[in-house]
């Protein structure tokens, strides 16, 4: 308060004085909530691409829903950064899970991350949405992994993609000779798992070898050579985008001209502009972006951002969403945002209805398969 309004202060009336303080008192009641969500993903390293799309659709939804409720709420976005790997995620995740200003993580985004993080927001009864964690065992309730009460998806899970990424790796080739490898994550070696198990149901194909490499791995050789040793013409990958662009480098130049493939995992517009010409033609299952499932919504997200919107953004903006609708109902707790969540049904950006399972599921699954074409992956489609 500055000093003239001090002076105008001293000669008015008790009365009005009491009513200047009514007013004030009102004025005050009637500022803006303000409340914290949290994105937790890659933001750094070699996966932040990922991260960084991810979070770009979070601060979308985030700015569209505080120009509209400006009145009432003012929704702040806390970073977390775990760069993708478990280790960095469980020395994050303590403070998160302890702040209890957040009320719900959008993430994390992948599936080691996921469960290192886990303990610490169940301790603190901390919601979480996932756009792009799809290892099967976070939601199972058998599993030493389970998320549960708190963790849910907005994502099919690696059951429903293990098949289809062993269709679309193998797609017109009636005798297709398969190799699979996986990057040793928690989120690859399950991964493979169902890839091999899908290609029992692929007509023609066989499993012809495998491998399991360390995702620290910078020289395939060994890994090529029992591929040509093997007389594979598909070779599924079922670990990430950066690495697989080392990999798919080092296959070419050693003359192979077998299909390759990969899971979510490498599905990110990096992986061709990082692997070049190499990727042409690559195989890669993914969920449909903003662009394929509504380009109104695409263009009003890149004026907006400034830029295009990258993978899972549907999911991200999808799952921060089903956060703001728990806070514009008044729900500004832990405990109601994750009670509001785990009873959620409604519709995202793209048509899909959102319904959670008891376990975290959504209802519902569906896999697209794309193809690397002149450094872009272009969708072609859903995998049947």
Do not use: C
Request: charged share 15%.
């Amino acid at each position: 308060m500055n000093k003239k309004i001090q002076r105008s202060l001293a000669v008015v009336s008790a009365a009005a004085l009491v009513f200047g303080v009514a007013a004030a008192q009102t004025s005050a009641n009637a500022a803006p909530k303000t409340v914290y969500l949290a994105y937790q993903g890659p933001l750094s390293g070699g996966e932040a691409s990922t991260g960084t799309d991810e979070q770009n659709a979070v601060k979308y939804a985030i700015k569209l829903f505080n120009a509209k409720n400006k009145a009432k709420y003012n929704v702040k976005l806390v970073s977390v950064d775990d760069q993708g790997d478990p280790a960095v995620a469980g020395t994050v995740a303590p403070g998160i899970g302890k702040n209890k200003a957040i009320l719900g993580v959008v993430g994390p985004a992948y599936s080691g991350a996921t469960i290192a993080s886990l303990p610490f927001y169940k301790a603190g009864g901390l919601a979480l949405i996932s756009p792009s964690a799809t290892r099967v065992s976070l939601t199972d309730p058998a599993s030493p992994d389970f998320g549960g009460p708190i963790f849910h998806r907005v994502v099919a899970t690696d059951d429903k993609q293990g098949p289809a990424l062993a269709k679309w790796a193998t797609n017109g080739n009636k005798a297709a000779k398969v190799f699979v490898f996986d990057d040793q994550s928690s989120y690859a070696v399950p991964l493979a798992g169902y890839v091999t198990a899908g290609l029992k149901k692929v007509a023609g194909a066989s499993l012809v070898g495998t491998d399991s490499v360390p995702n620290t791995t910078t020289d395939f050789a060994p890994t090529i050579a029992k591929i040509k040793t093997s007389g594979a013409d598909v070779v599924i990958y079922t670990g990430y985008y950066s690495q697989a662009a080392v990999f798919i480098k080092q296959l070419r130049d050693s003359g192979s001209k077998a299909v390759f493939a990969g899971g979510d995992g490498v599905f990110n517009q990096e992986f061709p502009k990082l692997a070049g010409v190499a990727a042409e033609g690559s195989r890669i299952t993914g969920v449909s972006g903003l662009m394929d499932a509504n380009p109104k919504a695409e263009a009003a997200f890149k004026k907006s951002m400034g830029v295009s919107s990258g993978v899972y953004a549907v999911e991200s903006f999808d799952a921060a969403n089903i956060f703001l609708e728990a806070i514009l109902k008044g729900n500004t707790t832990r405990a109601k945002v994750l009670a509001y969540v785990k009873a959620y049904k409604g519709t995202g950006i793209g048509g899909t209805t959102y319904q959670f399972t008891a376990n975290g599921d959504i209802k519902g699954d569906g896999f697209s398969g794309f193809e690397s074409v002149k450094g872009v992956l272009i969708n072609k489609g859903p995998v049947k």
